[in-house]
């Protein structure tokens, strides 16, 4: 009973602020601190900062707002050709949206010899009637761009064009942009399989009422989804990204990572920050707010050694990695490893803040990876960042109601994602997919 009521206690204490749960699990009654320290400025613009505002453009319409026939004062006739411009204000607006209706139509003729001759449609006409590409990226845009329900999005596109368009429609259009961009997310993939340096991170998705798993493979260019039933290795092995990778590869210290072949591991610092926190609050020892500042600050002088281009001198290396050693010895002596009772089998159940020491030991050189290699980022940021869109996707729609479905979001959206890092709009990517011409990527 005391086991259990140990486990609850913990459970309780936990969120954000102190583990890898997310801040939508906090509850409205619960105040976390943040790991963020205040930087003492006011809110707002700080004193030095170059405003901006609205500026001029150039006018498709004019308006001049005529004057008076007469003097407001001698009543005189006013010499209105004589008048100059005072003053000139624009508003900016958007005109009322209407769709076109492009009609193509084929010319038959029959030559003096008897022969007939008919003119062919273009390649992408082939219906009565049809929607146009324009009209299909947007939908696609909607809905695995901006995250809308099908049905709001058949509803937005109907009060702004007046197009009334089947949620039906717009599954078919986004199964036509996953075709359209399978090649690009191919490219994708391929580009990541070589990066010199790789975030990784996976998290839980409900596809067709059960169980399934996002997989990203990210970096600062771009940005990759897979969906698989299975969270660990043979999910890793079937999208062949990560397996056989040489490089460096940023994760959350998750077990199946170390046991890729060839990698170099880099851990997030983020999450052990959270943890360390935790163990704070319920041990009280020390141990974890000195390893706190010592990864805060050794952040802050590796910032500063990129903005001056500079590396750290071997020396300096083991002078972070002894302050290290001396932080972790100093809470393995507060926290020895728990003996296994004479009458119980297997391992002993080890404190949460002799687990974490131990996975500090142990993954070192993992931990301090971002001093000796300034490449490398203090933590997971750029792979969890990718995480946060289709998991707002999740909580409009409550799930993917079929495999195929998420697997088109994880093209369309690899593809969005990883274009829109290269400087292009969504938007634009989705017309250029529709019209046969996608986007290329580059590494």
């Given amino acids: 009973m005391l086991a259990r009521l140990d486990a609850l206690e913990s459970k309780m204490r936990k969120d954000s602020h102190n583990s890898s749960r997310p801040p939508s699990s906090d509850g409205l009654t619960k105040k976390t601190n943040s790991l963020r320290e205040s930087s003492g400025k006011p809110p707002g613009g700080q004193a030095g900062h170059k405003g901006t505002t609205l500026k001029r453009e150039q006018p498709t319409q004019t308006i001049d707002h005529p004057l008076p026939g007469q003097c407001d004062r001698c009543h005189g006739a006013l010499p209105l050709a004589e008048a100059r411009v005072a003053e000139c204000r624009q508003v900016l607006d958007v005109p009322a949206a209407a769709f076109d209706v492009i009609e193509h139509r084929t010319l038959a003729l029959v030559c003096r010899c008897g022969q007939s001759h008919v003119s062919a449609f273009p390649a992408g006409v082939t219906e009565m009637v049809q929607y146009g590409p324009n009209v299909k990226a947007l939908g696609a845009h909607l809905t695995q761009g901006q995250m809308l329900p099908y049905a709001r999005a058949a509803e937005l596109i109907q009060d702004v064009y007046g197009l009334c368009i089947s949620p039906g429609t717009l599954v078919s259009w986004v199964g036509e942009a996953s075709v359209a961009l399978q090649g690009t997310a191919d490219r994708i993939a391929e580009y990541l399989r070589n990066a010199p340096l790789l975030h990784a991170d996976e998290s839980g998705l409900r596809v067709a009422s059960k169980l399934h798993w996002l997989h990203i493979a990210a970096s600062g260019t771009l940005t990759w989804y897979g969906v698989h039933a299975k969270r660990g290795l043979e999910a890793m092995h079937a999208h062949g990204i990560l397996p056989r990778r040489i490089g460096i590869l940023v994760h959350d210290c998750w077990a199946p990572y170390w ?185």
């Fill in 259 to 443: 046991r890729l072949d060839g990698s170099i591991h880099a851990l997030c610092n983020a999450h052990l920050l959270r943890e360390l926190v935790y163990v704070k609050e319920i041990t009280g020892q020390e141990w974890p707010q000195s390893m706190t500042d010592f990864l805060l600050n050794a952040n802050k002088l590796c910032e500063a050694a990129r903005q001056k281009q500079r590396k750290f001198s071997t020396r300096e290396i083991a002078a972070f990695r002894t302050i290290y050693d001396a932080i972790v010895a100093e809470g393995e002596q507060l926290n020895p490893e728990a003996n296994q009772s004479v009458n119980k089998r297997g391992r002993a159940k080890q404190s949460i803040a002799f687990n974490l020491l131990r996975r500090l030991r142990q993954h070192a050189d993992a931990v301090l990876l971002f001093i000796s290699n300034l490449a490398v980022p203090f933590t997971n940021n750029v792979g969890e960042r990718a995480v946060r869109m289709p998991k707002v996707k999740q909580k409009i729609s409550g799930c993917f109601r079929t495999v195929v479905g998420a697997e088109n979001f994880c093209v369309i959206r690899s593809c969005l994602d990883t274009l829109r890092k290269q400087g292009h709009r969504m938007l634009d990517v989705l017309q250029r997919a529709f019209h046969g011409n996608p986007i290329q990527v580059f590494a």
